[in-house]
């Protein structure tokens, strides 16, 4: 199994509301990540778990909340978002640190718009 | 801080054609990995081809190969017998090994069109 799983595939929303993104993978991949992307434009890092632990946020606003309850699965609670929130959220998962090649394995993307 | 830079932000090749794709990047890290992903319409960012920075030998990939050449810090990709499928943009990426997670570094992107 060499794949890493995304639901919902789209998802509409208002800004009072509160959905969460999920992600699950059965790699053995003890790193994953959240991105955020936008058309035409590369992958954002949001956050990164590794071994089940936030290891990296980059400054993201509060009303993304990420959430690993074990290794096979992310999610991303979402609340009061933004109309500029509006993006491909793309969920990843790797190998971490050394010993691995490392690449990143990519699900297919949440859709996310927010109204 | 590491940067990946991709100079063409668009580029259209004809069927069964050879395109070269350009990516650069800055780091003073002596250890990492270099990749290219492809991102079609449907959208999900796929693997194209990977190089470890130790190896002088150029990767392939069936119609894929990359010109890696670590002191100019270049590393292109090569797409020959071009295929409609190969339409996508296509994402440079460097690796860094960490102990807090290998942290990735995008550059801007190509779009490739493949024309008939």
């Known amino acids: 199994d060499t794949e890493v799983t995304q639901t919902p595939k789209h998802l509409v929303m208002g800004m009072t509301n509160k959905k969460s993104l999920k992600c699950e993978q059965h790699?053995?991949?003890?790193?994953m990540y959240w991105y955020k992307q936008k058309a035409k434009k590369p992958p954002e890092l949001m956050f990164v778990?590794?071994?089940?632990?936030?290891?990296i946020n980059e400054s993201v606003p509060s009303r993304f909340s990420p959430e690993c309850p074990n290794s096979s699965l992310l999610n991303l609670h979402l609340h009061a978002l933004q109309p500029e929130d509006s993006a491909l959220y793309l969920c990843?998962?790797?190998?971490?640190?050394?010993?691995?090649?490392?690449?990143?394995?990519f699900g297919e993307g949440s859709r996310l718009t927010v109204l | 801080a590491q940067t990946v830079t991709q100079s063409q932000p668009e580029m259209s090749v004809q069927e069964a054609e050879t395109v070269t794709l350009s990516c650069t990047y800055d780091?003073?890290?002596?250890?990492?990995?270099l990749f290219w992903y492809k991102q079609p319409p449907s959208r999900q960012m796929i693997l194209v081809i990977r190089?470890?920075?130790?190896?002088?030998q150029n990767a392939t990939e069936n119609r894929f190969s990359v010109n890696f050449q670590k002191a100019a810090k270049s590393f292109s990709l090569k797409i020959s017998d071009s295929q409609l499928g190969d339409t996508a943009m296509y994402f440079c990426?460097?690796?860094?090994?960490?102990?807090?997670?290998?942290?990735?570094?995008f550059g801007t992107g190509t779009s490739l069109t493949v024309i008939p």
């Open positions: 790699m053995g991949h003890r790193a």
């Open positions: 990426a460097f690796m860094k090994l960490s102990l807090v997670g290998n942290q990735f570094y």
């Open positions: 190089q470890e920075a130790y190896k002088q």
């Open positions: 780091t003073s890290e002596n250890n990492y990995y």
């Open positions: 778990y590794s071994y089940e632990k936030l290891s």
């Open positions: 990843a998962s790797s190998f971490p640190r050394r010993g691995n090649t490392g690449e990143l394995f």
